[in-house]
């Protein structure tokens, strides 16, 4: 391991205002690509996928548990396997608490190709609680897509898509893959995909963000 070379404090102090000028403009430059990501169009989504989940059978619709914005992390769970993907899994033990997701009227759910009697079991082991559906038998993960078929093959990655709702209404509106989920996990990122945004930073109610155990619904 090769460590960074030791300096005075002053001269680390100016090292690290010329960086800083470098990092701001990435940041103008991230919330200009944000902003045009949100603006891109949307596709009806008029397939009628049923997924399984704790309470039984649910479609897409069901996913948004009411709320306006969804979005889904398709995670890499085969069939035939006893455990999910190590990746995905340590994408999902970063997601922060999904109160602050709730608040700004969006849900989060994962959705694997597993039968939920083999997601169950190992979501208990993991000690996750957000919601999990299963998408065994429909063509959700093929659709989005994240089992594309490449000659022949079936080829699984991870992901993440983000839809909206109007009334019974459903819309796709992004999908990122691989190093696509890359700084994805908080909420403030996750909000930064879907339209309109509304960061954490945004007052809700004119109080702006609170501890997760103060929302109000």
Same mark, same amino acid.
């Given at each position: #391991? $090769?460590?960074?070379?030791?300096? %005075? /404090?002053d001269? @680390? /102090?100016?090292?690290?205002?010329?960086?800083?000028?470098?990092?701001e403009?990435?940041?103008?430059?991230?919330?200009? &690509?944000?902003?045009e /990501? +949100?603006?891109?169009? #949307?596709?009806?989504?008029?397939?009628?996928?049923?997924?399984? =989940?704790?309470d039984?059978?649910?479609?897409?619709?069901? &996913?948004?548990?009411?709320?306006?914005?969804?979005?889904?992390?398709?995670?890499?769970?085969?069939?035939?396997?006893?455990?999910?993907?190590?990746?995905?899994?340590?994408?999902?033990?970063?997601?922060?608490?999904?109160?602050?997701?709730w608040? *700004?009227?969006?849900?989060?759910?994962?959705?694997s /190709?597993?039968?939920? $009697?083999?997601?169950?079991?190992?979501k !208990? *082991? #993991?000690? @996750?609680?957000?919601? @999990?559906?299963?998408?065994y038998?429909?063509?959700?993960?093929?659709?989005?897509?994240? $089992?594309p078929?490449?000659?022949?093959?079936?080829?699984?990655? %991870?992901?993440v898509?983000c839809?909206?709702r109007? +009334?019974d209404?459903?819309?796709?509106?992004y999908s990122?893959?691989?190093?696509?989920?890359?700084?994805l996990? %908080? !909420?403030?990122?996750?909000?930064?995909? #879907?339209?309109?945004?509304?960061?954490?930073?945004?007052?809700?109610?004119?109080? =702006?963000?609170?501890?997760?155990?103060?929302?109000?619904?």
């Amino acid at each position: #391991m $090769t460590l960074p070379r030791i300096v %005075s /404090r002053d001269e @680390w /102090r100016a090292a690290r205002e010329a960086l800083l000028v470098k990092e701001e403009v990435v940041t103008r430059a991230r919330d200009a &690509l944000g902003a045009e /990501r +949100r603006e891109l169009p #949307m596709v009806e989504v008029d397939a009628e996928y049923v997924f399984e =989940g704790g309470d039984g059978k649910a479609t897409l619709r069901d &996913l948004f548990e009411g709320r306006r914005r969804l979005l889904v992390h398709h995670f890499m769970f085969a069939p035939e396997s006893t455990e999910g993907c190590p990746g995905c899994s340590e994408f999902l033990d970063n997601v922060g608490h999904l109160a602050h997701l709730w608040a *700004r009227d969006a849900s989060f759910a994962v959705v694997s /190709r597993a039968p939920y $009697t083999r997601i169950l079991p190992f979501k !208990a *082991r #993991m000690g @996750w609680t957000v919601p @999990w559906y299963s998408s065994y038998g429909n063509d959700f993960d093929h659709d989005f897509p994240v $089992t594309p078929d490449s000659a022949g093959e079936t080829v699984e990655r %991870s992901g993440v898509s983000c839809f909206l709702r109007d +009334r019974d209404q459903v819309f796709h509106t992004y999908s990122a893959y691989g190093r696509g989920l890359d700084g994805l996990g %908080s !909420a403030t990122s996750f909000l930064d995909l #879907m339209p309109p945004g509304a960061p954490l930073a945004t007052p809700l109610g004119g109080e =702006g963000v609170r501890h997760h155990d103060a929302y109000e619904y």
